[in-house]
Each structure stands twice: as structure tokens, then as C-alpha cells.
């Protein structure tokens, strides 16, 4: 974690406040899960183990041992909460993926220059403490985990390590930096981040997919602007009226020429971005075999072969041509991930294939994991991200601990629930978010309200329930009552005119609801456009932000149940996404029944920040 003070709980205490332990009391169904979890990854452990030994006995050595220290150090995986230390007692045994992970890389940057080098980001970014303290923490190691929660500048902390890694990389001509993100709108904001640092950054992958402001910055849009790919394609046109042996010659030279120029752009960018998926591009890979290779130490070399391929006959080229090239092969021995909690393990894998030496993954398990459409492979353990599992193997993440988004007391559930109490907000938080008008919050001058939505105008245990269940390519629900409430309040902000319809959220869980509430838009507000004002699940909102977020909990049934709605993690999303008020719509009656649900109404109830429909509509505009 990144408490730091003293008395401050450590990162096994913070799993411990967070639901992941809580789990057996909350959730039992959670707790079986972590539990197979815990069981597969011993067994992978002892079965690991046991191959060490059997070929340690073979030779008469211990693989427990190590003769060159002469010290005996016995390796355990601890998945649960270790208990506390006595004074005097023996050290608390490392797990074997924290001892992996706290070695030291082979790129090991001298120490001195690194802390000098973060002295200096901080210095001149103004950087917080617990980020000073992940960047310190990612460069000294060989795996790190940085766990940013809602609000934190995850993103920001992952360019600012590609900063100083690319410089302190370019001091020890130790190869290029690989900053690679699960989807293609996280990678732009790497790229885009990294831009703003003043990097030579360069996005591979299909430009189609890239924002377009950022389509200068990928490689094909450089590589369309090579003067040696410009030349070849000349020479392909020329060649159009020749014979097919001349075609065929000056199509290769041109796949030749393109190769060798994105193996140069490539040589002399920064960094490299791309989606982890997108890190085993064609061209990636290639400029890693290239003959003789490229090294990522800055060698802006690419003219040195510019000149005299341009000027060389096309017909005599051939691709073994290249290899007389100065170009070295490109490594990525520093691979940063960013969006790791989100991404599926085999497409996490995928970058560190290319030379990776020291690994940092950026993410915040205790938001919604990877999405997966397939039961069987959610069953088998697909759903469970590598940083995920990292961390319930003991790898002890560095916890981002300052928030920027939220009004402090929109921050406060969240930090209190799901992190143990150390999530704090940034002082100038409280004044630069005032709470939006035109809504009448049942609290003085709290930007919180939760409106109870059902059983509540005759207080009668017959009063009716209203979410409906759809049946289509898939089971889904909605709440005609809460969207016909939500659109009454939405009416109400919007014509108070402080906050426009771009900066307001509708945030809901189910797809169902989101097609209703959008119909709804679009019949009853006036000049309604779908890309201003964003209605979209739970699901597709995390990572985002609005001045306001209107939640519909849509769930309300006399059996308590709430579906996916339990998965703590949406709960940690929903109510995070907001930075000047936050007005969730929910039946009690249901809600209450969820654990995490129920704490969320019992400290909105605590504070005074719940109210009837029939309050509410008789204080609406």
C-alpha cells in the first residue's frame, strides 16, 4: 500500500478492510472463488517446487539453499492476510513472487542517477508523495504494481516512469521503453501523455483506431512521410508497364524499404505505444530480428542508409541487402502496462515477449475486472487480470494515495469501503467542486444524494416493485419508474442552466435501462444528442469522469436480489465517476440487502442525504 505514516495499515491490512477478505462474511460466492484461486496457485507452487527438488536431489543440492550466500531462505506463497509479527520473532517469510519481483533488473539503472532523476520529475511536476514513492519503488525492481484508485492520475504516473526510464535509458544505450495499454482509447492517453512530456513517442497500429488529433504520432502516418518509402513507391509505379519480374522485384523492395524505415522511426522514437495485443505487430517483431539490429540508445542513424538506398537500383535489392544496414535489433527491456486490472492475462503477456527485463504493471483491482463473454472461460480463471493475481500472491502494490476528481465527499465512501481509509482528497478539491443547482439536495451543502425509489409514497409493505426483466440475446432489466424519476431530474439540472448536458453522466448497470432511459432522451428533451449527453452502463464508464453522475440502480424485487449489482467493484466504479455531485436512484427495499449496497444507504442515511420520491418532487423546480 502507500500509507507511509505510522499506524498506517500495510497493503495486507488494506486487502484485509477491502471485500476481498470481507468476502466470507459478505460473500460467500466471492469467497469460494478466491479460494480455488488460492488453492490452484499453491498447488502450480508445490508442483513447481517439486520439480526443483527432484532435480536438486539428482545433483545433491537444495533448491532451498543458496551456497553463495550461505544463507537457507525458504519460499512460500502467502495468499491470506499474515498474521502480526511478535518482537523478536522471525522475519515474515517473502512469498516466491515477491522475492521474483523485488530482485534487481537487469537493467538496473544506477541507483544513484535514478533517485536523482525522480528528484527532479517531482521537483518540476509537482508529483505527490505516493507517486514519488511508486516511481521510486518501479525503478529499483523487476515487477511492480502500482494501484491507482478513482481520481489518482494512474495514467499520469505510468508517462511520468516512461520519462525518466527513457532517459535514464538513453544514459545506458539499454534499449527502448514499451508502453502498451488493454484498449486502444487507454493507449491513446499514454501517447498522448508522453506527448506532452516532450517524448518522441510513436502509437503502432491501425491509424483508423487512434484518435485522429493523435494520427500524426503512429507509424504509418511517419512512415507515409519516409523519404526512402516516397522513392520506392515512385519506383513501383514506374515499374507498373514492365515486366511481372520487375513488378514482383519492386514490390519487395518496397516492402524492404518500408521495413527498414519503420525499423529506423522505431530506432529513434522514445517510447513505443500500443495496445498489449497491438505489441505483437508485424512490424514490431520484425524490428527485433532485424539483421545486426537497432539499439535503443538514440543512434539517429537512420539517414546513413537513407541516401545510398534511394540512390541504389531497385532491381539489385534484395532483402539480404539490408543486413550490410547500421541498424541493430530494437528491444523493449522496460515494458510499462497501464490499464493492467482491466486486461485479460494472455493479452497481458503479449508485450512482455519483446526483451522485457523489468516490468511495471499500473491498475486498481478493486475496479471491474477484464470483460468476459464466456462463462466457461470467467469459470476457469480468464477473469482474473495478472495484476489481480500478482497481488494475491503477496506482490505488494504501491497504492496511489491522493485523489484529484472527486469532492472530498464523494471520495469519502469509497476510501472508507474499499480502501481502507487511506484514499485522501486533494485540499483544493472541496472549492473547485461546487455542487451543481437546479437539483434540491436533501443535504445543506453535501453534493450526495440518494433517492428512494419505491415503496416509499405509501410506506405499505404491498407497495409495488418495478424492474423488469427483458429477454433478448441476453437477460437484462430496467426500471421504467427510476428513468421516468431520472429524467425529471435531469430536466430540472439542465434548465437551471449551471451544468450542460456534455458535463452530465447517466451511469446504469444494465443495457436494458440504458435503451429505455435513451428513448426516453430522445422523445422528451429538447435538441437531444446522443454524443453530448452520454448514457452508458457502469461498465463502459470506468476510467471516465463527468460533473455530475445520475445513477440508476434499476434493481427492485421483494427477494432482495441484486444480480451483478453485488460484484463490489461496480458499486467502487458507479459512485467514483462524479466530480461535483453524485444522485443515485435506488429501491431500499432491494439494495439494502447487498452488504456494500447496504453500508453506501446506512452512510448516506448517517449523513442525511436520503430522501423520498415524494420529498423530492415536492421540491423539484
Not at 513501383?236 to 521495413?259: F, H, I, N, P, Y
Not at 506482490?395 to 469509497?414: D, E, G, K, N, V
Not at 421483494?558 to 436512484?585: C, E
Request: glycine fraction near 8%; include cysteine.
Amino acid at each position: 500500500g502507500g500509507g507511509g505514516g505510522q499506524g498506517s495499515p500495510s497493503h495486507h491490512s488494506l486487502l484485509a478492510m477491502s471485500p476481498y477478505a470481507a468476502a466470507a462474511a459478505a460473500n460467500k460466492k466471492a469467497a469460494r472463488q478466491q479460494q480455488t484461486l488460492a488453492k490452484r496457485m499453491r498447488e502450480d507452487e508445490d508442483a513447481g517446487r517439486g520439480g526443483r527438488k527432484a532435480k536438486g536431489s539428482s545433483s545433491s543440492t537444495s533448491t532451498s539453499s543458496s551456497s553463495s550466500s550461505g544463507t537457507t531462505a525458504t519460499i512460500t506463497t502467502t495468499i491470506t492476510t499474515p498474521r502480526k509479527r511478535k518482537e523478536g520473532s522471525s522475519p515474515v517469510r517473502k512469498s516466491s513472487w515477491e522475492a521474483l519481483a523485488s530482485a534487481v533488473p537487469k537493467t538496473s539503472f544506477a541507483r544513484k542517477d535514478a533517485e536523482q532523476m525522480v528528484s527532479q520529475e517531482v521537483s518540476r511536476f509537482k508529483l505527490n508523495d505516493s507517486q514519488e514513492k511508486a516511481l521510486r519503488m518501479a525503478l529499483s525492481r523487476k515487477l511492480s504494481l502500482i494501484q491507482g484508485p478513482p481520481g489518482t492520475g494512474k495514467t499520469r504516473t505510468a508517462c511520468h516512469l516512461v520519462n525518466i526510464a527513457v532517459k535514464l535509458g538513453q544514459r545506458r544505450d539499454s534499449g527502448k521503453v514499451l508502453a502498451v495499454a488493454f484498449s486502444n482509447v487507454a493507449a491513446d492517453n499514454l501517447l498522448e501523455g508522453c506527448l506532452r512530456l516532450g517524448l518522441n513517442a510513436v502509437r503502432v497500429g491501425r491509424a483508423a483506431t487512434v484518435r485522429p488529433e493523435l494520427r500524426n504520432h503512429t507509424l504509418d502516418a511517419l512512415l507515409m512521410q519516409h523519404q526512402s518509402v516516397s522513392t520506392f513507391k515512385k519506383k513501383l509505379e514506374a515499374s507498373r508497364g514492365s515486366t511481372s519480374r520487375e513488378v514482383q522485384a519492386a514490390k519487395r523492395d518496397l516492402e524492404d524499404a518500408e521495413l527498414m524505415a519503420a525499423v529506423s522511426i522505431l530506432g529513434n522514437a522514445d517510447v513505443v505505444v500500443s495496445t498489449c495485443v497491438g505489441a505483437a505487430n508485424e512490424v514490431i517483431i520484425n524490428a527485433a530480428s532485424v539483421t545486426g539490429g537497432i539499439s535503443g540508445g538514440g543512434e539517429r542513424g537512420g539517414g546513413e542508409w537513407d541516401d545510398d538506398f534511394s540512390s541504389s537500383s531497385s532491381s539489385s535489392r534484395s532483402s539480404s541487402s539490408f543486413s550490410s544496414s547500421p541498424l541493430r535489433a530494437i528491444k523493449f527491456p522496460t515494458v510499462i502496462i497501464d490499464e493492467a486490472s482491466q486486461a485479460t492475462e494472455p493479452a497481458t503477456l503479449v508485450p512482455l515477449t519483446q526483451g522485457c527485463e523489468q516490468l511495471v504493471l499500473v491498475g486498481d483491482h478493486y475496479q471491474l475486472p477484464p470483460t468476459i463473454k464466456s462463462m466457461r472461460a470467467a469459470q476457469q480463471g480468464l477473469g482474473v487480470s495478472l495484476f489481480t493475481r500478482l497481488a494475491m500472491a503477496g506482490i505488494q502494490p504501491s497504492l496511489l494515495t491522493l485523489q484529484y476528481r472527486m469532492h472530498p465527499f464523494i471520495a469519502q465512501f469509497p476510501s472508507q469501503r474499499f480502501y481502507g481509509g487511506l484514499l485522501q482528497s486533494h485540499p483544493a478539491n472541496i472549492h473547485k467542486r461546487p455542487r451543481p443547482e437546479g437539483f434540491p439536495w436533501p443535504h445543506p451543502t453535501l453534493p450526495v444524494a440518494f433517492v428512494a425509489v419505491g415503496g416509499d409514497e405509501d410506506d405499505s409493505p404491498y407497495a409495488p416493485f418495478f424492474e423488469q426483466r427483458t429477454n433478448g440475446n441476453q437477460t437484462s432489466y430496467l426500471n421504467r419508474k427510476e428513468a421516468d424519476v431520472l429524467m425529471e431530474v435531469l430536466g430540472g439540472v439542465l434548465r437551471r442552466g449551471q451544468v450542460l448536458s456534455t458535463e452530465v453522466g447517466i451511469v446504469t448497470p444494465y443495457s436494458a435501462q440504458v435503451k429505455h432511459v435513451t428513448e426516453l432522451a430522445q422523445n422528451r428533451l429538447r435538441n437531444f444528442k446522443p454524443a453530448e449527453l452520454e448514457i452508458q452502463s457502469v461498465d463502459a464508464y470506468q476510467g471516465r469522469e463527468k460533473e455530475l453522475i445520475l445513477m440508476s440502480a434499476v434493481r427492485s424485487n421483494n427477494k432482495g436480489k441484486v444480480g451483478f449489482l453485488g460484484d463490489w467493484r461496480r458499486l467502487n466504479v458507479a459512485i467514483t465517476r462524479a466530480k461535483r455531485g453524485l444522485i443515485v436512484l435506488g429501491d431500499p427495499r432491494t439494495l439494502r440487502h447487498d452488504p456494500h449496497w447496504g453500508a453506501h444507504l446506512k452512510w448516506a442515511q448517517k449523513h442525511g442525504c436520503v430522501m423520498t420520491l415524494g420529498e423530492l418532487r415536492e421540491r423539484l423546480d
